[in-house]
């Protein structure tokens, strides 16, 4: 870029951990464009140094995930004098709250470029009020939007469906994903910290091939069709253990007495675990784009996935893993029986990588997200952007 005053983008997301492991990236290859950037979510301390050094200013802003009337008026309101003391040009924002928060108040100051980054559909799951509320608060979000990317083709084409949005304001750039994935750091040969001793004990006591899941233990993931599938490969005779790698969010799983399962709890590096996989397993109800199967991928574990919103533009059918059904226990039995055979699962796990490596490297995420924001902002006309590519 060769403007006079650089472009001013203010990039969005209500949690600190949403910030470090999502958005930090971004913000920083944003700033290596030449645009002046301010990250803000509800605390940012741990990465403000990190960001600062990329050029990258950083605000937290206190938003709170669960839905507060009065803390969330008061949020908005700080929303408002920040943007009006950074004044940006665009502001990009994803996570429901911070959306919200974000859009209304871009919206009310008049920012030439508002853009939704659409990671999932919440109403997609809920039912009765709530599904009411939550699809009420996305059509908001989204008529405050200039426009909006979502993480993947077949959230953008549900998104429309849904009724959220017209199919010419939304667009899934590149291959999707949020951000992508360091296949260097996600690679087999990469140097990676052990197991935890329960888990490492767990592995060594029960032999097997291993079905592995990460991601938060909620109903909508699906983790009691893996367990139930599981549970019909021991009482065949197949030996199987299954390895469930998140937080426990209350969910009530099913209990199978002959059925070895280990939970790790939260896990910050996620890479040892995957490297002890034979094979992902994530029968999600929905999804934006699920990361882990692309981190999954980038270490050569095949994935097997529902064919659910986000997790069918994860997997290629048959060369990088199986798309079944959402809820089909049998056809999940099936697809495991396919991938305990050695040299299936190298093949689509060598697939699996080499997808990854040639469409999901973070820059060219980026990238094509950035490319939206060029084009939103000359489309403004703005002076601001005098030069801009």
Known sequence: MT???????????????????????????LAEQG?????????????????????????????RRDPSPIRDLRSLWKMVLLMRRVRPDVVVYATPKASMLASVAARLLRVPVRIYELWGIRFETATGAGRKVFRLIERIIASSSTSIIANSESLARQAVALGITSPERITAPAAGSSHGVDSARFSPDAARSELDAGTAQFLERNPGVTIGYIGRLHPDKGVDVLLNAAEQLRAKGTEVRVLLVGGDEGTR?????????????EIEDV??????????????LREGFPNVVLEAAAMEVPAIVSDATGCVDAVI???TGAIIPVGNVGRLVDAIER???????????????ARVV?????HT?????????????????????TGAR
């Open 35 to 63: 645009y002046a950037v301010t990250l803000v979510a509800d605390d940012v301390s741990e990465i403000a140094d990190v960001l600062a050094q990329q050029g990258v200013e950083a605000h937290s802003l206190p938003m």
């Open 358 to 362: 040639a469409e999901f490297h973070p």
């Open 253 to 265: 799983l099913p209990t199978h007495d002959s059925l070895p399962v280990h939970r790790t709890g």
């Open 339 to 353: 991938l305990r055979q050695p040299e299936t699962r190298q093949r689509m796990g060598r697939a699996a990588r």
């Open 317 to 319: 059918d048959g060369a």
């Open 271 to 284: 890479r040892p675990y995957l490297a002890a996989f034979d094979m992902l397993v994530l029968m999600s």
């Open 365 to 385: 995420v980026w990238g094509a997200k950035e490319q939206i924001v060029a084009r939103q902002l000359r489309a403004t006309g703005s002076a601001s952007i």
């Open 3 to 29: 403007s006079a005053k650089r472009p001013t983008i203010m990039v969005v997301v209500t949690a600190a951990i949403t910030a470090r492991l999502f958005m930090r990236g971004y913000a920083g290859f």
